[in-house]
């Protein structure tokens, strides 16, 4: 199950929040949240057989920050998670809102999905959103919400907004 008890992926597909989860076998969950008000967690890939003993990887977590002047020069991290070990798909990235006056520094912010390992899909992308006054001192390249890699044919997550 993912947020709010919705039915979660199944077979070894990455989670899905902002972007798709990938598939070798079974289904992603639908994506989910608001656009423009990330407000949720990512979610985690499907486990086959609900094998507990080698669960895929967790979603993202959720980030809000509101501030007057932000200094980023540091890493803002909101990943899926990707397993060590065996033939399990990607979390999904997770959720991060910023609101700020002034956005500055030479930080990146992430909220990528997770890789699979062995066999597997990779997590769909998170959701980013900042809303700023003047970021004149701050390079949005260093925002990134991608998908998650899939391996031995499994698809690999989306970043493509749902």
């Not at 598939?23 to 486990?47: H, I, K, L, M, R």
């Not at 065996?86 to 700020?100: F, K, T």
């Amino acid at each position: 199950m993912t947020v709010g008890f919705q039915r979660g992926s199944t077979g070894r597909a990455g989670g899905s929040y902002g972007g798709l989860g990938g598939a070798v076998e079974g289904s992603s969950n639908a994506t989910y949240g608001e656009f423009g008000n990330p407000d949720d967690p990512g979610s985690g890939g499907g486990s086959p057989d609900l094998d507990v003993n080698n669960p895929s990887g967790s979603g993202g977590g959720l980030i809000r920050i509101v501030a007057q002047t932000f200094q980023l020069d540091g890493l803002i991290k909101a990943d899926g998670e990707t397993r060590a070990c065996c033939n399990v798909a990607g979390g999904s990235g997770g959720g991060i809102r910023i609101d700020v006056a002034i956005l500055q520094g030479t930080g990146q912010i992430t909220a990528k999905g997770g890789n699979a390992t062995g066999v597997g899909g990779g997590g769909g992308g998170g959701r980013v959103a900042i809303y700023y006054q003047d970021a004149a001192g701050f390079e949005f390249s260093r925002v990134v919400a991608f998908g998650g890699t899939g391996t031995v044919n499994g698809q690999d997550g989306s970043v493509i907004p749902q």
